[in-house]
């Protein structure tokens, strides 16, 4: 079972709103991702990290933003929400690569509707 | 990362083995073949991953063809519990895709009573 973690699962918010998901994991992971996902819609890639002060802007470009201060935190942040911005918001992480390939763990996801 | 090209939907009943499908036509020698699965509203789980040869865990099996351009999950007896959208992804080990997974749109498998 894969120890990642994401608050809250579930949000409400107005429009104009700062929030930030939670999203931590003690795998002692490197590498961290943040997905978006609509309802019966494919994953997107929007931040990923390879480690402490790295950040990167995936795929599908996002308003949100990310940091990552310490290997096991990887918050995101939206400084002004925006119903658009209503989407599942998936967290992951992986072990280093090794010779068996790169596995990603992921969290249960965040749910957040702006009204 | 090579793309996959996986159908659907697919049925099973329960008890039975489910096997799902995947092409990787234009995978590269480097690339794994990942098996994730996603039950409504839940994050991907892993469930298998391979190279060339193939491999068995607790949850499933992989078979992949000998020219690696496709491959086969096989769930050895389905339960209701395996209803879900299963994710075939072929992985480039290496550049700038490292590490990063590519999600299509996948099998939506659905077990019945």
């Known amino acids: 079972e894969a120890d990642i973690y994401q608050t809250p699962r579930y949000l409400v918010i107005g429009t104009g709103k700062k929030i930030t998901l939670e999203c931590s994991q003690t795998?002692?992971?490197?590498?961290m991702y943040w997905y978006q996902q609509d309802p019966g819609m494919e994953l997107h890639l929007i931040h990923y990290?390879?480690?402490?002060?790295?950040?990167e802007k995936g795929d599908l470009s996002s308003e949100s933003t990310v940091s990552r201060i310490r290997t096991e935190h990887f918050p995101l942040t939206l400084e002004s929400a925006r119903p658009s911005h209503t989407s599942q918001y998936l967290c992951a992480s992986s072990e280093p690569r090794g010779t068996s390939g790169n596995t990603i763990y992921f969290g249960e996801g965040s749910w957040l509707t702006v009204v | 990362d090579a793309k996959t090209t996986q159908p659907t939907s697919m049925d099973c009943a329960e008890g039975r083995a489910a096997n799902l499908p995947c092409n990787h036509s234009?995978?590269?020698?480097?690339?794994?073949v990942y098996w994730y699965r996603q039950i409504h509203s839940q994050g991907p789980q892993y469930i298998i991953h391979g190279l060339k040869n193939n491999e068995t865990n607790e949850m499933a099996s992989l078979i992949i063809t000998e020219d690696r351009k496709s491959s086969t999950l096989i769930l050895p007896h389905a339960t209701l519990r395996d209803t879900a959208v299963y994710y075939c992804?072929?992985?480039?080990?290496?550049?700038?895709?490292?590490?990063?997974?590519?999600f299509g749109q996948g099998t939506i498998l659905t077990v019945h009573p």
């Open positions: 795998m002692g992971h490197d590498k």
């Open positions: 234009t995978i590269s020698g480097n690339e794994y």
């Open positions: 990290s390879y480690g402490v002060n790295s950040t």
């Open positions: 992804i072929a992985e480039n080990a290496g550049g700038t895709s490292y590490g990063k997974l590519t």
